[in-house]
């Protein structure tokens, strides 16, 4: 390893160089997910083009026209030798959400979300998919190329996915279609994607994340119910004033706190990090009692993000009803983006938003002549996708923790990491349901972040971008990890 870290270090003024311009071009290529459209392709095309001139070998799966992946493979030096290990897969998607092409000063962009441009003041590339997820495109592809390039041998298959559709629910397009219908492309021991390996500074201390779980999801839509009728009088059952009263307790009310594996895990292992009197206060966030009033004492952005992995969550993030100034419709919708914890249902999030805004409001009830009549309210689920958890003591991924670990304390100062359940969803739930092998799934795609940088606003934000030098830095933490669980070697 000391000979393989030396040959390296000639060459990390041309990695760094090679990963960047990459990270440029892929973000001057719009691959904005439109749902039923996108051009993912138009990225493909690029990667095709990098690994053609290092020779790695690929596959390209266009799973409907426009919505194509890449899977790039480099085998191990002595198949036989790696006896039954898996491959380590780096997985990452190729679409984005939207920004605006046009008239992006407006909307409170400082740079062209697509010209991947270096802000002189304070260092960053900004563009749409800087950090979600083009980096790890560039890193990944880099390091193949360079494993590649220096003849490096490894003792399992390394393998990147480059995915489509990752933007939508379902990743219908993306890992769930190689999944589900190329298995053999992308099975491995374990898959790393995001979100993790990303610096937090948490008081004076900076630690790193990395993602053992995630929620699921599920897309409600809350209807209600009225008679009806004219807009010049006041309505006692008005079915818009009831959904926008219902938007407005599930906006401004937490979800009863629920305890399980992976929350407490994390909460854990945040403590295990932190001075003695500040372990204490996050352990008592798993208090019923205590929990709602320790996360309103946290700046606003802590308690964000710790109260979604305490509870299930529902957010209100569209409404509607009648069509007329003067007429009160007989229905009015919401539409509410449900998270719910590991171990948990869809169905048993739908009964906390029933008993936090009035169970009787979905129970049926006979009209005044004693006929059977629908509820004032009714649930239904437009579509859900699965949480998942990483069991902690399965030795592999023991192992590339300790791995992870090693690194980011060797890069960071000594720097700890925290395992992390995840509020938002990624393609690795999709890997976690991979029909012939389960890998252990972690999010770890690392970026270090200079304190006073709101990391979380980033991600699908105004002005999308990451530091120049937390991308290097990155870059050489990824490549250190994935050279150590490939028990990598110089020719």
């Known amino acids: 390893m000391d000979q393989l870290k030396e040959l390296l270090e000639k060459r990390w003024e041309d990695i760094n160089r090679s990963a ?67 491959a380590l897969l780096l997985n990452a998607h190729l679409d984005t959400v939207r920004a605006p092409k046009t008239n992006w000063r ?36 880099t390091i193949m190329c360079y494993v590649a390039k220096l003849g490096i041998e490894l003792s399992r298959d390394l393998v990147f996915a480059g995915v489509a559709d990752e933007e939508r629910t379902d990743s219908a397009w993306g890992a769930k279609y190689l999944v589900e219908n190329h298995p053999d492309l992308v099975e491995a021991d374990i898959v790393l994607s995001e979100l993790g390996g990303i610096s937090l500074h948490l008081d004076a201390r900076e630690i790193f994340l990395v993602q053992v779980a995630e929620k699921g999801s599920a897309q409600l839509r809350i209807t209600s119910r009225g008679p009806g009728g004219h807009g010049s009088v006041v309505h006692k059952n008005n079915p818009v004033a009831l959904v926008g009263n219902i938007a407005h307790k599930l906006a401004t009310t937490r979800l009863p706190l629920r305890v399980n594996d992976a929350n407490k895990a994390t909460i854990e292992s945040l403590a295990r990090a932190l001075p003695y009197h500040k372990s204490l206060f996050f352990r008592w966030l798993l208090s019923p009692s205590l929990s709602g009033y320790l996360l309103s004492m946290l700046p606003e952005e802590q308690s964000r993000n710790l109260g979604a992995i305490l509870s299930n969550i529902a957010t209100p993030t569209a409404i509607g009803g009648g069509e007329q100034f003067n007429q009160v419709p007989t229905t009015a919708w919401l539409q509410v983006d449900g998270r719910f914890l590991p171990g948990c249902t869809s169905a048993e999030l739908i009964e906390d938003i029933k008993q936090l805004v009035g169970p009787e409001l979905f129970v049926a009830k006979p009209d005044p002549s004693g006929h059977p009549a629908a509820p004032m309210v009714t649930v239904e689920v437009i579509q859900e996708r699965p949480s998942y958890c990483e069991d902690l003591d399965n030795p ?42 389960k890998p252990v799934c972690l999010g770890f795609s690392p970026i270090r972040f200079p304190k006073g940088l709101n990391m979380s606003a980033l991600f699908h934000g105004v002005n999308e971008r990451i530091p120049v030098e937390g991308f290097k830095w990155g870059l050489q933490v990824l490549f250190d990890v994935v050279l150590d669980l490939c028990s990598a070697r110089a020719v």
């Not at 001057?28 to 790695?56: H, K, P, S, W, Y």
């Open 20 to 86: 960047l311009e990459l990270l440029q071009r892929l973000i001057r290529t719009d691959t904005q997910n439109f749902v039923d459209e996108g051009t993912e392709m138009e990225a493909v095309r690029i990667l095709q083009e990098v690994f053609d001139e290092a020779g790695v070998t690929y596959k390209i799966i266009e799973s409907r026209p426009g919505r194509g992946n890449i899977v790039a493979r480099i085998k191990a030096k002595d198949a036989s030798a790696s006896g039954s290990q898996g």
């Open 106 to 141: 407006e909307e409170g962009w400082k740079h062209d979300p697509y010209a991947a441009e270096i802000d002189e003041e304070d260092g960053c590339l900004y563009g749409r998919g800087a950090v979600d997820m083009k980096h790890m495109v560039a890193m990944s592809v």
């Open 396 to 437: 592999t991924c023991q192992h590339a923790l300790e791995v992870m670990r090693r690194v980011i304390a060797a890069r960071a100062g000594g720097a700890p990491i925290v395992t992390n359940l995840l509020p938002g969803g990624t393609d690795l739930v999709q890997y976690a349901a991979h029909p012939h092998r």
